[in-house]
């Protein structure tokens, strides 16, 4: 038999195929098993655990869910031919704030499509800058994102608190 399977890299994006035997896939499947069983617990407690600090907001005690959407290529309608050849990109950062009054949207351009902690950094600025206007007694936000840790997690992010704009 004939099978489809990611690429043996992390982030490949490319499914390789295989053939084998019936008992080669069966084998195959059974040792994914308990990661996947694993990656199903830690997705539902996650699911559980979002739901319950959404179900918990106030106006002091916000959730904010970040991400980038992909890249864009920005084209001119009636663009000349040459310029074909010469796309500019943007990134588009996104947020959505979920609040005892109510939920707030965030989508931010940029340039600077590289993704990396500074922008996250900057466009994390501009959020908590407009929130503070929104909710002047916001004391605590919780930030979930699918993002790669290295966009997240570490400094300057580390320490939200000493961003100029927050002031707890």
Avoid at 102 to 124: C, E, I, Q, R, Y
Avoid at 138 to 148: C, H, P, R
Wanted: charged share 25%; proline share 4%.
């Amino acid at each position: 038999i004939k099978w489809l399977q990611w690429g043996e890299r992390k982030w490949t994006g490319r499914k390789k195929e295989y053939s084998g035997s019936v008992d080669e896939a069966v084998q195959l499947l059974g040792s994914k098993i308990e990661h996947f069983k694993f990656h199903v617990f830690v997705k539902r407690e996650q699911s559980k655990y979002f739901e319950k600090l959404k179900a918990e907001v106030t106006d002091e005690k916000v959730m904010c869910q970040v991400d980038f959407a992909e890249n864009y290529g920005m084209k001119e309608q009636d663009e000349v031919q040459s310029a074909h050849w010469y796309t500019k990109t943007m990134s588009i950062f996104t947020g959505y704030v979920w609040s005892k009054s109510g939920g707030f949207g965030f989508a931010l351009p940029s340039l600077d499509v590289s993704h990396d902690k500074f922008v996250v950094n900057s466009a994390l600025e501009l959020i908590l800058n407009h929130l503070k206007t929104l909710l002047p007694n916001l004391k605590e936000i919780n930030f979930f994102s699918d993002g790669a840790p290295s966009q997240f997690k570490g400094p300057p992010l580390q320490n939200l608190s000493s961003l100029p704009c927050i002031e707890f």
